[in-house]
């Protein structure tokens, strides 16, 4: 185990996560708005627009205190103001799903990198229209998965509420039984969705039982950071320090690192699948990086490095 997550750190380092999860954390803040528009008008179409909007700020909240809850409330409010005529609306309409979209094809750019494989040129134009458009339904099905998991996180949520009110004065300790299940389902429900990104946004074939203990880690790790950068953002007065700014300020901060931890999660899942999986295998459109362009792009491993000041 030692040796994975060894492995696992190395990778992490030579594969410049800290840089991916910054230009990350920059696509995300612009991204985040449209997406979660999007995701509460799907998990509404279900559970009830003004339910899905009051869990997901709960979230919101939970994650970045309540500067942070209010300066996505508005952010939310301001990308969900409606247009006066149709071609305003329409043109409203498309910008929210490429901005919703956008943060997908970062990430999926990013995964590739640490999955070190890399698109085959496109075979004419419209060949890369066919891998755009393919790539952009893609990041419509991951939006789509994540409105389901909002939805099926109201229901649970609705399911304990309801069996706390009945069961709250018959158990002894049963608030306690009761928080203790709802960190079990939310820490199952970010595990599937790591897995979900783990398994479909890199373009490689990966055996899903590779998947689970990569996004089980994921989870975990998740988890714990939320706490501990939750600590950090509660007593470091970042808020003050960048004045008006403060606000997003912490959104990118929390981003930053959780973004860390996602890439982190990324290259354990690609370590554990080379060494004990059934290996990852490039999609038909994809090349494995090799280590010349892995030096041009300025991310030698330390090997090729070291023969270098030979």
């Known amino acids: 185990m030692f040796s994975l997550l060894r492995d696992t750190f190395r990778e992490w380092r030579e594969d410049g996560a800290s840089r991916l999860a910054a230009a990350l954390a920059y696509y995300t803040t612009f991204s985040l708005a449209p997406l979660l528009v999007l995701i509460i008008a799907i998990a509404g179409l279900v559970g009830g627009h003004e ?84 790539k952009r339904l893609l990041s419509f099905t991951m ?14 949520s609705a399911a304990l509420s309801a069996l706390g009110e009945y069961i709250g004065t018959a158990l002894p300790l049963a608030d306690l039984w009761l928080q203790l299940i709802n960190f ?22 990966i055996a899903w039982k590779d998947v689970w203990l990569g996004a089980a880690v994921t989870s975990f790790l998740f988890s714990l950071g939320k ?57 038909p459109d994809m090349l494995r990086i090799t280590e010349q362009k892995r030096a041009e792009q300025g991310i030698p491993r330390r090997e090729t490095v070291k023969k270098a000041n030979r």
């Open 51 to 134: 339910a899905a909007q009051n869990q997901t700020m709960a979230q919101v909240q939970d994650l970045l205190g309540t500067e942070g809850r209010e300066f996505v409330q508005e952010m939310i409010e301001n990308a969900s103001r409606p247009a006066t005529g149709v071609t305003a609306t329409v043109i409203a309409v498309v910008t929210l799903l490429f901005g919703a979209l956008g943060v997908f094809g970062e990430l999926q750019n990013s995964l590739n990198t640490i999955w070190e494989v890399k698109p085959k040129p496109a075979e004419g134009f419209l060949d890369g229209v066919k891998r755009l458009v393919v």
């Open 184 to 205: 079990m389902i939310s820490f199952l429900v970010i595990m599937l969705l790591f897995a979900m990104i783990f398994k479909f946004l890199p373009e490689v074939n």
């Open 143 to 156: 939006v789509l998965g994540i409105g389901f998991l909002l939805l099926a996180s109201l229901v649970v």
């Open 227 to 283: 706490f501990l950068i939750g600590f950090y953002l509660g007593r470091s007065e970042v808020a003050n320090t960048f004045g008006a700014a403060g606000s997003l300020a912490i959104l990118l901060i929390w981003i930053y690192y959780s973004a860390q931890i996602l890439f982190f999660g990324a290259e354990f899942t690609q370590v554990y699948s080379n060494r004990y999986g059934s290996k990852i295998v490039p999609d």
